[in-house]
């Protein structure tokens, strides 16, 4: 089992930056990819960015060269850096951990997620 607690999140004007958190404990980190992934209001949940074991990232083409994603395995944490941010961006956010690494962009490789964090980017 592997818990994962995002933070981060609130309100910013658009063009700002957020950096988004995800605490891991349970099982072995490094055992697994990590992804975010985001929800807006009435929409289905999508892939936002994807780090692999050994730090291999890819990202959705909507946020490519405005968000980083990164991770510190000594401090069981994955990180979102967002800038500039758009009002579209505006979603819940969450963390998830998949023991094998495949596509990276399939909600169904994740088995373990967060709660979630609100972002909201205001025009």
């Known amino acids: 089992q592997v818990q994962l607690v995002e933070s981060g999140g609130g309100l910013v004007q658009a063009g700002g930056s957020l950096r988004l958190s995800c605490a891991a404990s349970g099982r072995t980190f490094t055992n697994y990819a990590m992804g975010w992934f985001r929800q807006a209001p009435g929409k289905e949940r999508e892939f936002v960015a994807t780090?692999?074991?050994?730090?291999?990232?890819y990202y959705a083409d909507s946020v490519k060269g405005r968000f980083t994603i990164s991770r510190d395995n000594a401090k069981n944490t994955v990180y979102l850096q967002m800038n500039s941010l758009k009002p579209e961006d505006t979603a819940v956010y969450y963390c998830?951990?998949?023991?094998?690494?495949?596509?990276?962009?399939?909600?169904?490789?994740?088995?373990?997620w967060g709660q979630g964090t609100q972002v909201t980017v205001s025009s």
């Open positions: 998830a951990a998949a023991p094998t690494y495949g596509s990276g962009t399939n909600q169904n490789e994740y088995h373990y």
């Open positions: 780090i692999s074991r050994s730090g291999s990232t």
